[in-house]
């Protein structure tokens, strides 16, 4: 009965390793951009503070049309999280 217990776990292993390795190969959607004020929310700083740190280089941002927008995976880097549902403090 060991036996037969140890192939079926190892069996099951198996299928969720494979599961696994399914689910991160799998592509993830488009970076969702956030405004300036959303992204400083996330952050917690304030615009003025956001924009210096775009300007020092040490947080992506993209430009579309005149407006200054800043993709989720550059605060993901930043910060290691991000939930843009959930802001740090209200917005003004």
């Known amino acids: 009965m060991t036996s037969r ?14 599961e696994v390795r399914v689910e991160l190969a799998a592509p993830t ?8 004020r959303e992204a400083a929310d996330v952050l917690g700083i304030g615009r003025t503070a956001l924009y210096g740190e775009i300007g020092a280089g040490r947080l992506r941002s993209v430009t579309v049309g005149r407006r200054r927008l800043v993709p989720t995976s550059a ?5 290691g999280t991000v939930d843009p549902a959930r802001p740090s403090h209200p917005s003004a």
């Open 75 to 79: 605060i993901e880097q930043r910060t």
């Open 5 to 18: 217990l140890d192939a079926a776990l190892a069996e099951l292993a198996a299928a969720l390793r494979e």
């Open 29 to 36: 959607g488009p970076d969702r951009l956030l405004s300036i």
